[in-house]
């Protein structure tokens, strides 16, 4: 069985879990809940505890104050505390693993997104599954005029997500869009009113309960890895998980199938079964 990863200490965020539900808050309101590395680090301490845990079936992310996240610590960055070259090339994989992890729970994620987001913030809500935002948000990627660029989704993700033109426009202009647009080209689910956020979050997630949560999953996962294949590699999945469906559904014998008989007659380490013999003619075969 997998086991969890633990829980760290956490300073510049906060963790709460009620039974399926875990949510989690960026929690340095006084800079717009920028993305230091000391919160970075913990950031990615949780999405890792939440890959390895089997309980929480729905992951909310918010900002704490009126705004979700503004992006890296750009007086971090300027400091030099992010080091040389190759130490940031470094840490940009360690926050692409930050998103990757994010994007691949096998859990239901929803950004739950109130004023600036922005940067690395925008680059959080890509990698969630569901993006509310108030009407007051705003979001955008402006690296460009700070002469840095994007480094763990707002070219790639982005790009695959809205199209290569307009992530070129958001990325070179480096505007901030209304919450409207978001949903326009397709960042975004739902623009709500500032004072409802909340309510509108908890009904999306009482609804994502109700759910078949083996068959979330399995959506999730087909979507994720389809949109980067070939349309028949795509199609392969789909049959797939057709396949698994109907085996969790109470068609899983299938005659030409061993079912747990192979497990079973390895453990007894019995000579005379039709699997070890089978193994036994195939361990020699044409290695002359």
């Given amino acids: 069985m997998l086991q969890t990863a633990k829980l760290p200490t956490i300073e510049d965020l906060t963790f709460e879990q009620d039974g399926p539900v875990v949510r989690v808050t960026l929690n340095r309101p006084e800079v717009f809940n920028a993305l230091s590395i000391n919160l970075s680090a913990e950031f990615t301490a949780v999405m890792e505890h939440l890959r390895d845990d089997l309980e929480t079936k729905v992951v909310v992310i918010s900002g704490a104050g009126d705004n979700f996240c503004t992006g890296d610590d750009l007086t971090e960055m300027g400091s030099g505390a992010w080091g040389d070259a190759n130490q940031i090339m470094r840490r940009v994989r360690l ?75 958001i990325n070179l202009l480096g505007a901030l869009h209304p919450a409207s647009r978001g949903v326009e080209l397709g960042l975004f689910n739902r623009v709500v009113p500032s004072e409802t956020l909340a309510d509108e979050t908890q009904a999306l997630v009482e609804l994502l309960l109700m759910k078949n949560q083996q068959g979330l999953r399995q959506l999730k996962f087909m979507i994720n890895k389809n949109v980067e294949a070939d349309l028949y590699t795509a199609q392969g999945f789909e049959a797939l998980g057709a396949a698994l469906t109907g085996a969790i559904n109470g068609s899983w014998q299938v005659p030409e199938a061993d079912a747990a008989h192979g497990w079973a007659s390895y453990a007894a380490n019995d000579p005379d079964s039709p699997i070890r013999k089978r193994r036994q003619a195939a361990i020699d075969f044409w290695t002359d």
């Fill in 95 to 169: 926050y692409q693993h930050m998103a990757n992890t994010l994007e691949e729970l096998d859990k239901i994620t929803i950004a739950s997104v109130d004023g600036y987001c922005v940067g690395g913030g925008l680059e959080i809500s890509m990698a969630c599954d569901f993006v509310i935002c108030t009407e007051r948000s705003k979001w955008g990627m402006p690296e460009v005029d700070w002469g840095i660029t994007p480094g763990w989704g707002g070219t790639t993700r982005m790009a695959r997500l809205i199209g290569r033109r307009m992530t070129k426009e």
